[in-house]
């Protein structure tokens, strides 16, 4: 089993930053993993924001976060990041970290494992 904790997410002022974590542990994790983030808003689906391969060699972003988050990992640590820049309020929503043996440089939800997530609140 692989478990996933994020963390990280808290009230910010739009403009700001804010850097996310998603530990990753388990017997059966490996730094092979594939990981992702996502986030879903109140009343909408959840949402694909970036994916990261394993050795953090490729990545790839939603068309719309592109340039303003960026996705990274430390395989030492077993812990993938999302740095948030220039905030805005619709980004508020609860952003769940996801990983999977595959990495696909395409959007999708089809990922084995899910963390419980983080809430994340832009203030105007």
């Known amino acids: 089993q692989v478990q996933l904790v994020e963390s990280g997410g808290r009230l910010v002022q739009a403009g700001g930053s804010l850097r996310l974590s998603c530990a990753a542990s388990g017997r059966t994790f490996s730094s092979n993993y594939a990981m992702a983030w996502f986030r879903q808003a109140p009343g909408k689906e959840r949402k694909f924001v970036a994916t990261i391969n394993w050795s953090g060699g490729n990545t790839y972003y939603a068309d719309s976060l592109r340039g303003r988050f960026t996705i990274s990992r430390d395989n030492a640590k077993n812990t993938v990041y999302l740095q948030m820049n220039s905030l805005k309020p619709e980004d508020t929503a609860v952003y769940y970290c996801?990983?999977?043996?595959?990495?696909?440089?395409?959007?999708?939800?089809?990922?084995?494992?899910w963390g419980q997530g983080t809430q994340v609140t832009v203030s105007s």
């Open positions: 996801a990983a999977d043996r595959l990495y696909r440089n395409y959007a999708t939800v089809d990922y084995s494992y």
